[in-house]
């Protein structure tokens, strides 16, 4: 609200307050001392707040005590009437980023799968299934551990679960997904954004296998006579992914 001074003097210490509702017992929105407010000049009182949802009439006051002599006091209060609609609810679910740890685990390591669903609605919601898969659930992809239910999450805050995987024989790429509410059983505005996927690599270790067969087995001569000298021949393959 702006305090105009249209007199040919400056104006010291002026008060000004502004109310929703009357006055007399309405809610004190802003209260300030200008300073000065030079003559042709004007001051701005701010109120910074959330009003309920209907009609207010914001009332404000300028030098309410009547302290600073004028030749007029009727232009001392303004009021405008705002009009608040209500909040529009929206529900909308969204799934987090997949985290792994360690980034890269070689066969053996235990991984912590790390994933979740965060709440972009403007209220609390409630029952939050989630489902975590080995592959793409729609193209018979397997669950890593039975599904889980989030009691309540409020507006803005994230629910994260972690799993624990043991990679033993479990070496190559797997693509892991999070699915949250599977069954759309939470009306959202949008049920697109309601999984996330992602590669993990489990890195199989080099190891060293040494093979011998009787394919590998040879002689010279074939048919030595007794007194020859027979040549014997081993070939040895390595069939492990490391010398």
Not at 182 to 210: F, G, K, M, Y
Request: hydrophobic fraction near 35%.
């Amino acid at each position: 609200a702006k305090t105009h001074n249209s007199g040919d003097r400056d104006a010291r210490d002026v008060l000004v307050r502004m109310y929703d509702g009357d006055p007399s017992d309405g809610t004190l929105l802003a209260e300030d001392i200008f300073d000065t407010i030079m003559s042709g000049h004007g001051a701005t009182l701010i109120s910074t707040g959330t009003l309920a949802a209907g009609g207010h009439d914001i009332v404000v006051l300028v030098d309410p005590d009547g302290d600073i002599p004028e030749i007029s006091e009727r232009n001392n209060t303004a009021l405008k009437t705002v009009t608040v609609l209500p909040a529009v609810e929206v529900i909308d679910l969204s799934a987090n980023e997949i985290v792994f740890t360690p980034e890269d685990p070689e066969e053996g390591e235990v991984v912590d799968i790390r994933c979740g669903v965060k709440n972009e609605s403007t209220i609390t919601v409630e029952n939050i299934k989630l489902r975590v898969y080995e592959g793409d659930p729609d193209a018979g992809g397997s669950l890593l551990i039975p599904e889980v239910t989030i009691p309540q999450l409020g507006q803005g805050n994230n629910g994260w679960i972690t799993i624990k995987r043991d990679t033993t024989g479990w070496g190559g790429v797997h693509e892991i997904y999070v699915v949250a509410d599977p069954e759309n059983a939470i009306q959202e505005q949008d049920e697109d954004n309601n999984r996330a996927s992602r590669s993990l690599t489990v890195t199989t270790q080099a190891i060293t296998d040494l093979a011998l067969t009787a394919g590998g087995i040879s002689f010279s001569p074939l048919e030595p006579a007794v007194g020859n000298t027979v040549t014997l021949n081993c070939i040895v393959e390595n069939t492990g992914s490391e010398a």
